[in-house]
């Protein structure tokens, strides 16, 4: 088939587009964020084409999948047929509501011919989809290999834009946890965050780094932290599970599914998370045990292979 799908979220994108399809990318000569193309830090198959808003208007097009409200809009526009009447679509949520934890409308809600496919249980259960069919369909991570070796007495944490975001994504915790072990943190925006939490730089390094030398640089690192409150789970902990690194986290959406008993320490109290912190630290072999757990339950439950088939199942139902 012939699959048209923005690039939005690159490492889910990423998996994705293993599948056996063509995948059509818009690109626009900007490269903005209706058109960035193909993806530069990742690696996509020959299969993943670039087609630009004018192209799209003859292509053809066997499936739409849509990931941002004013996509079906866009695709109405740069393609001339209607997502989900002139042409099968289904809607990608990648998010968890942000305004309301339980009453925030979805807003596709109001339709019925676009499916929402959610991510995860956690998000399904909390977004009012209203009118819209609605299907779960759970990452799925093309495996990095085992590369942990923990040599670097340090946690590793990845979030985009750490200080815009703030108690989103734990970011006020982290002087805290600092106390306890010096923070490596990448992602976009991080640049300004040891002076934004007045912390010395070897207390919070900051790094944004292309995606085959974040692994790497993750994987040196003791143990991973993730001190989010409120997002959908993000696919940086399900890596780091991939490169058998054990997880100190909130207990907060659907972290706890993810990271079963063995594979790390999972609470809300604070205490709790600081004393795994130091016990990781204290004893390599015990991180070493922990993260090859986390990472046999990572392949098991959110491997390529299984979130590919899940897709093809769901794309054959709604292309039908």
């Given amino acids: 088939m012939n699959i048209l ?6 490492s889910w994108l990423t998996a994705f587009v293993q599948g056996p399809h063509t995948y059509l990318v818009p690109v626009t000569e900007d490269r903005g964020p209706d058109g960035l193309g193909r993806a530069v830090t990742w690696d996509w198959p ?6 630009t808003p004018a192209a799209l208007r003859d292509a053809d097009i066997d499936l739409m999948v849509l990931q ?22 289904v809607y990608v949520e990648h998010n968890s509501p942000d305004a309301s934890p339980e009453r925030q409308l ?36 093309v495996d990095p290999g085992p590369l942990w070796t923990g040599t670097e007495r340090r946690a590793a944490v990845v979030v985009n834009e750490p200080v815009r975001r ?6 006020d915790l982290l002087p805290r946890f600092a106390r306890s072990v010096p923070l490596d943190v990448f992602g976009m925006g991080t640049g300004s965050l040891a002076g934004h939490l007045g912390l010395p730089p070897g207390r919070c390094r900051a790094r944004d780094l292309p995606q085959h030398e974040l ?3 993750m994987a040196r690192c003791r143990l991973y932290l ?13 890596e780091a599970m991939f490169l058998g690194m054990p997880v100190v986290a909130l207990d907060t959406t659907e972290v706890r599914e993810a990271v079963p008993e063995g594979a790390g320490v999972v609470s809300n109290r604070l205490d709790v998370l600081e004393d795994a912190v130091r016990a990781f630290l ?29 897709w093809e199942r769901l794309i054959k139902e709604v292309t039908r």
């Fill in 5 to 10: 799908v923005w690039h939005v979220h690159g």
């Fill in 46 to 51: 020959p299969s993943v084409r670039e087609v």
């Fill in 68 to 89: 941002r409200p004013h996509e079906p809009g866009l695709a109405l526009r740069w393609t001339g047929r209607r997502p989900g009447l002139d042409v099968p679509a």
């Fill in 106 to 141: 979805h807003p596709l809600a109001a339709q019925s011919a676009i499916p929402l496919v959610h991510v995860t249980h956690f998000n399904r259960l909390m977004w009012d989809s209203g009118l819209a069919p609605t299907e779960v369909v759970e990452h799925g991570i």
């Fill in 166 to 171: 703030g108690r989103t994504t734990g970011t």
């Fill in 215 to 217: 692994h790497r640089e």
């Fill in 226 to 238: 993730h001190p989010v409150r409120w997002t959908s789970l993000g696919l940086s902990l399900l």
């Fill in 282 to 310: 204290a004893d390599p072999g015990h991180a070493r045990a922990t993260g090859a757990a986390a990472r046999a339950a990572a392949r098991a439950r959110y491997g390529e292979r299984r979130f590919l088939d899940d």
